[in-house]
């Protein structure tokens, strides 16, 4: 029996903070296995030497259309952090009748006692370009705890990662928005690229890393998670020699199914990656005790996400133990914070409508009188009907002193507020 950790943690104000690190704790084996001597997992088709698939970029999270069981397409995930296909909608299980082999309780301390979820078996998945999977195991929850929809802004209702990248070789353009699934015994990397080792633990890949605060020093062994969204999350009460940065803001880094996650956000001096550095980096910080809320299974010290990944063109070779890094139109941007004070989701039938779930005290948005619950129509002439979540989110963490103008509706009433983006770390 084996134990397999998963947390939901989704950002609270902007796609800096991790948005799909989630805990299930689960005490039984999920991961994909052969009935008899049927054919099971992935395979390209015919003699195909890869597969380019077009995905869709939402907060830093890389989203592709997977076919279940031949019949229905839905948006999934790609997460490297995940072991086995999650459907976060047990309404489309019910459609396609999938076969469940047991249920399972997941513990979850903290508001919510447990999570009810079913074991999927025998089911067959699907990838543009004709690639097929087959007898795979699939968790399908009994609720919709996650609410991926809601904070990202699309119609996303899954989950997919090891069954993906154990089998291929991974080639993720972040410039062109273009997955390629390529055969590893004939796979050829590009003499542009920097190799890095990785190490597979368990279904993780993980990689070293060198990062410096106030002229301390740390090699720290992290993992490389596409699933979140945050650039970088360390627990520093693993570390020794290296302190949480001297300047910081307490915030909340996500909500979790055992309630808030607490932390700090703030700036390392340096983080290198064998020839690439980076400076003034933004990393997440859990409060002490709060770790295991949101670090997935195995990443014990913590985790970097899609705002540092997509700064690169990077190519997953798990059966070789290496990535491949190349520098991507976005290395030389600024990592920045949102400015507003306000955390915002995605509602409505169509997920056209923007709600404000919090606002911080003394920010620009509390300032303007901007309060939790209130319905904006507009931001800058920008709405969910014309705009991504992640447009939204960009606009609200673009340039100190940029100037905001609202339209929010308040109990039926059609109001207009005005504040300036303020740099809070």
Partial sequence: MSVIHYIRDFPMRNPIISLITFILVINTCLCSSASGQKEFGFKLPGKAK?????????????????????????KFILDTGVESAILTEKLYADILDVNYIREIVIDGPGLVDSVEALIANQVTFGLPGGIIGQNMNMLVLKEDYLQLSENIGDDV?????YDI??????AIDYDNSILTLHDPDRYKKSRRSVEVPIAIKGTKPFINATIKQDDQEATLDIMIDTG????????YNYLDGVSLPE??????????????????????????????DFSKMLVSAPFDGAYNKVIKRGARVGTFGGELLNRFNVTFDY????????????YYEAFEYDMSGMALNATGENLDTIKVVNVDKGSPAYNADIRKGDIIHSINGKSLRYHTLSDIYNLLQ??????IKCKIYRDGEKMKFRFRLRRVI
Avoid: C, W
């Fill in 157 to 161: 209702h899954g989950i997919i990662g």
């Fill in 319 to 330: 059966p070789h133990g290496k990535i491949y890094l190349s520098k991507g139109d976005n």
């Fill in 228 to 235: 979140a969204s945050h650039a970088a999350l360390i627990d």
């Fill in 165 to 170: 990248f154990s089998r291929f070789v991974v």
């Fill in 398 to 403: 673009s340039r100190d002193g940029r100037r």
């Fill in 50 to 74: 890869k597969i380019e698939i077009p995905f869709e970029q939402h907060n830093n999270l890389i989203i592709i259309p997977v076919t279940i069981n031949r019949f229905l397409t839905l």
């Fill in 247 to 276: 300047k910081t803001i307490e915030t909340r880094l996500g909500r979790g199914i055992a309630g808030e996650i607490p932390g700090y956000v703030g700036r390392m001096d340096s983080v290198k990656i064998k020839s690439f």
